[in-house]
């Protein structure tokens, strides 16, 4: 199967301070990524879609000035979270979209996660 | 709106037991649906699918069949192992919906010797 890298893998930051969350397709381009929250046991929020050369789409609720998504290239986004606050710790996931030749065949491969502590 | 049901955990099973992880949703048209596994401090990963109704994904001894009557895509597998122990989730993806996924909760599943 194709491979999403996550980097990094888990992160401690200080109140007040930016973080910089990447979302790499190692062997295949990605027009569409996917940014996700993941709340300890509880399902997968979906934050944001991110669009190669467009703006993210940002789902209700979810603060774009605070989320701020780039999907610079068709293999790399990245999300950072701006002047975190101990709120912000979560689990983050992001997908990226292999598009196959039939719609049905398009699937989403997911990153390791990131583990945000914000303390 | 679209939304996934999944059975609340955790599971615990003995090793060899048989699994059932119960799925349902709610969509507006036809969506394809999906099981995702989640291993401890990974990200998810597709273990199976089904994209029209009485479709059956199997992957690694896991199946679920797509039951358009019942809203249904219940995950099973005859004999567990310790290494499947793992949280599932249930997915669907609805036609023209961007590629985006809904997700139920996830069921955590832990087999024991």
């Known amino acids: 199967g194709a491979v999403v890298s996550q980097h990094p893998s888990w992160v401690i930051c200080k109140s007040g301070t930016s973080v910089k969350i990447e979302c790499r397709s190692l062997?295949?381009?990605?027009?569409?990524m996917f940014w996700y929250r993941q709340f300890p046991k509880q399902s997968l929020m979906l934050m944001a879609t991110s669009n190669e050369g467009s703006k993210a789409t940002y789902e209700q609720g979810v603060e774009k000035d605070k989320f701020l998504i780039n999907h610079a290239s068709l293999t790399l986004s990245t999300l950072t979270v701006t002047s975190a606050h101990p709120e912000d710790s979560s689990f983050y996931i992001c997908?990226?979209?292999?598009?196959?030749?039939?719609?049905?065949?398009?699937?989403?491969?997911f990153g390791q996660g990131t583990r945000l502590t914000v303390v | 709106g679209d939304s996934v049901t999944q059975m609340e955990g955790p599971v615990t099973l003995s090793e060899e037991a048989f699994l059932t992880i119960n799925c349902t949703y709610t969509?507006?048209?036809?969506?394809?649906l999906f099981w995702y596994v989640q291993y401890p401090g990974e990200g998810l990963q597709l273990l199976l699918k089904?994209?029209?109704?009485?479709d059956k994904g199997s992957n690694k001894g896991f199946e679920a069949t797509y039951r358009k009557e019942t809203t249904s895509f219940h995950l099973e597998k005859g004999s567990v192992q310790v290494s499947d122990s793992a949280v599932y989730f249930c997915a669907l993806r609805l036609t023209g919906g961007g590629n985006k996924l809904t997700f139920g909760t996830g069921t955590q599943l832990k087999v024991e010797l």
């Open positions: 089904a994209t029209k109704a009485d």
């Open positions: 062997d295949f381009q990605a027009t569409t």
């Open positions: 997908s990226a979209i292999k598009t196959g030749v039939w719609w049905l065949n398009t699937e989403a491969f």
């Open positions: 969509a507006t048209g036809y969506p394809s």
